[in-house]
């Protein structure tokens, strides 16, 4: 949960903060995957090569990011990518344990991006900063939901496929806009702004069919039962905010609001996706 509320301030205010305080925001993520790693490491499957391995890759993938030798660093990131999967396949990881695993190599991609931009500034390390960033969310939203002890959404089986599709295309609407967010941020035309505030429009009215067709699902979920009336508040809330900055508002406020409350939905949709992918269908 602290990872998830932190990432969203990171995105949406760290723009706005010093230097310093970002950096600590962001440490202060980076440590609480580690520690969520640890945590689900000692519970399921322990094993001293991976602590072996993974340490041997942190420390040589940053060493050949300093020294700008991309094309080495790309075959071992990709390698470990490959280790991940065929380790969560053979060792039959529960869920949280292969979730968690994929956050920790997602923060050290990310930690990876920045010494690189840091050393050699690019809008393309800009860019896929971002979208690692918007990524690692959704997989800290997925593992936060794995880590729940509530119950699972039941859906009929002939209902849920179209459900979990509705709920998917919401995901992928809002994680574009979320990208073109970050465009913004640096500047572009006005087709691009004017694209981003179409995708506001259909990712608002995305998540109000989706919010009206799913408000029977959580009736006996308590815990979860906020998901359907934040997708059709904060959307709302989104679209406001989104006319008010192009027709003019410079409040100082306006663009990490914009944007913190954007995540917070593509959260809440991740949330919603993952319990009807997580849950299991029993016939009608």
């Not at 990524?135 to 179209?162: C, H, K």
Request: aromatic share 12%; net charge positive; charged share 10%.
């Amino acid at each position: 949960m602290l990872g998830v509320l932190a990432t969203c301030l990171v995105q949406g205010w760290g723009p706005e903060w010093p230097p310093v305080r970002r950096f600590l925001l962001q440490f202060g993520i980076d440590l609480c995957v580690l520690m969520l790693y640890l945590r689900e490491f000692v519970r399921h499957a322990p094993s001293l090569m991976e602590l072996s391995g993974l340490l041997l890759v942190t420390v040589g993938s940053l060493f050949l990011a300093y020294k700008a030798a991309l094309l080495a660093l790309v075959v071992i990131l990709c390698l470990s990518f490959l280790w991940l999967l065929l380790a969560w396949s053979a060792y039959r990881w529960p869920l949280r344990r292969g979730l968690v695993t994929l956050a920790l190599f997602l923060t050290l991609l990310q930690g990876l991006l920045s010494l690189r931009n840091g050393l050699h500034p690019s809008a393309d390390s800009a860019w896929a900063g971002a979208a690692l960033s918007i990524v690692l969310l959704a997989v800290l939203s997925l593992s936060l939901l794995a880590l729940s002890r509530s119950q699972r959404i039941v859906l009929a089986a002939n209902r849920g496929f179209y459900e979990r599709l509705w709920a998917d295309v919401l995901v992928l609407v809002l994680f574009v806009q979320a990208m073109l967010g970050f465009l913004l941020r640096d500047g572009a035309t006005d087709f691009w702004r004017n694209f981003h505030l179409f995708l506001g429009s259909l990712g608002t009215l995305l998540a109000l069919v989706v919010a009206w067709r799913g408000r029977s699902w959580l009736l006996g979920l308590p815990r979860r039962r906020w998901l359907m009336p934040a997708l059709m508040i904060m959307p709302l809330n989104q679209l406001a905010l989104g006319f008010y900055a192009r027709l003019g508002g410079d409040a100082a406020w306006l663009s990490p609001l914009h944007a913190t409350n954007g995540l917070a939905i593509f959260v809440a949709a991740c949330l919603l996706s993952g319990s009807l992918w997580f849950g299991q269908a029993q016939d009608s």
